[in-house]
């Protein structure tokens, strides 16, 4: 069974920053393409990071490139999101994501939440 837990999230002042994990089970973690994406109400679940087993290589949104840092520790199954000088249209849910596009394999956690006040 698969299992994405995420963790980290919490309340931080504008300007802040806030370190994200997802701890990855029950699956080849090495071969996964693992990312964040967030939520808010009423919008479109976004894309916020990307990164590939190969290389790494990473992919970031345009509005979170250069504050936000994905990393991955497949020794630990783990995926990282350090987010670097918070706003407030940072605030959402953060959802871990792991997808095996090869053999059509998509796992999602159930989020964290991120709340940054102005």
């Known amino acids: 069974q698969v299992q994405l837990v995420e963790s980290g999230g919490g309340t931080v002042q504008s300007g802040g920053s806030l370190r994200l994990s997802c701890l990855a089970s029950?699956?080849?973690?090495?071969?996964?393409?693992m990312a964040w994406y967030r939520q808010t109400p009423g919008k479109e679940r976004e894309l916020v990071a990307n990164?590939?087993?190969?290389?790494?290589?990473?992919n970031y949104a345009d509005s979170v490139e250069g504050r936000f840092t994905i990393s991955r520790d497949n020794s630990k199954n783990t995926v990282y999101l350090q987010m670097n000088s918070l706003k407030p249209d940072d605030t959402a849910v953060y959802i871990c994501?792991?997808?095996?596009?090869?053999?059509?394999?998509?796992?999602w956690g159930k989020g964290t939440l991120v709340t940054v006040s102005s």
């Open positions: 029950g699956l080849q973690f090495g071969s996964y393409t």
């Open positions: 994501n792991a997808q095996w596009a090869r053999y059509g394999l998509d796992h």
């Open positions: 990164i590939l087993p190969i290389g790494p290589m990473t």
